[in-house]
């Protein structure tokens, strides 16, 4: 049972528009949530994190919005880069748990120059 | 920065091998974790540790084990490597409780087992 998902395997943006990458969960105990970025042979680098205490982060040219209430979370990208296609992972966990993070199956995002 | 090594970043096995995968983080980190990564299945939790000498597993500790004897390094062993472990192999990091909850990951090693 997937407790974090993202429903879309692939997104195609045009470069200078956003990119928008949303993400579910059903664990009602998760508290602290994470996008990760990962291009081809590397390994997943953080990008941007927000506590359940809040509903919006923000980093530069990256926002991430949470609405508890409906269980979701997605990432803005304003503008996307071509150098922005990678795969993003959404994840989740509850502080002061497990210490593990749960994964979401990844988005792909191509940005078409 | 925090800085996760992963020794081998290509291996070919052959099937029946013992195969060790080896991971150093240098942010005196107190949990370390294993993943994979296969295409549509995103990432998916093999062992973690939380502690020297301490390990749970995750999802799919089948076929595998890990070692902790230091708390920079987490090894994760294939006992007897079969094809259907050919995959992408993530070691990460993170300092743990309240601090951090951002987990920290090397840069992978491609197995492929023939």
């Known amino acids: 049972d997937q407790q974090v998902k993202q429903n879309s395997p692939s997104l195609s943006v045009q470069e200078g528009r956003i990119s928008i990458l949303n993400c579910d969960y059903t664990n009602s105990m998760f508290d602290y949530f994470l996008w990760y970025k990962k291009y081809p042979a590397e390994g997943p680098t953080f990008l941007i994190s927000i506590s359940s205490i809040k509903d919006k982060n923000e980093d530069g040219r990256f926002t991430v919005f949470l609405n508890k209430s409906a269980k979701h979370l997605s990432l803005h990208i304003v503008p996307s880069q071509p150098g922005d296609s990678a795969v993003y992972f959404c994840a989740a966990l509850t502080q002061g748990g497990s210490e593990k993070l749960v994964f979401g199956k990844g988005t792909k995002l191509t940005v078409n120059p | 920065d925090v800085k996760v090594t992963q020794s081998s970043r290509y291996l070919v096995k052959r099937t029946g091998e013992k195969v060790f995968l080896e991971c150093v983080q240098d942010m005196d980190h107190e949990n370390m974790f294993w993943y994979r990564q296969d295409p549509g299945l995103g990432l998916r939790l093999i062992y973690f540790s939380y502690d020297v000498k301490m390990k749970e597993k995750g999802d799919i500790p089948e076929g595998y084990s890990v070692s902790r004897e230091k708390k920079e390094r987490f090894s994760l062993i294939l006992e007897s490597a079969s094809t259907n472990q050919t995959s992408m192999y993530l070691c990460?990091?993170?300092?743990?409780?309240?601090?951090?909850?951002?987990?920290?990951f090397g840069e992978g090693s491609w197995l492929t087992v023939v």
């Open positions: 990460a990091s993170s300092l743990g409780g309240a601090s951090g909850n951002t987990i920290y």
